[in-house]
């Protein structure tokens, strides 16, 4: 996949976070768990990307699983974390303040997983435009906190 796919690609994944966020929201609501309500988005996701294994003839690497790092398994964590950080913030503080958020929090951290190189990640230069672009979605945050 060349480079210009693979950025149409996170971007749409981005912006189907912005519509899950409300989406778990309002299952939240129909379970009354925000918990029960991430766990169940999670399941459906796991259905679908099963299938999607087995369709694709991708199981096949399910045998070297175990040779990976510790720290490779808590993906699912993360996800799991999101998932139910967003499903509670957007009813109460918008969906729009909820993803800045979620896009700052995920620059400062990817700033360092690149600075650092950690997680297997080569090491990049953290540049004055890197840090510009981080401080404006800051920015970008307090503003609409501001509004809100």
Known sequence: MDRLALIIFAAVGG???AAQAPINA????????PLLSAGLSFLVGTIVLFGAVLATNAAGGIADAGSAPWWAWLGGFAGAALVTATLMAA???GVTVTMV???AGQLVVGALVDRF?????PARHLSAGRITAILLIVVALVLLIRES
């Open 15 to 17: 912006g189907a976070i």
């Open 101 to 103: 958020a979620v896009v």
């Open 91 to 93: 009813p109460r503080l």
């Open 117 to 121: 190189g950690w997680l297997d990640v």
């Open 26 to 33: 309002r299952l939240r609501v129909a379970v009354g768990s």
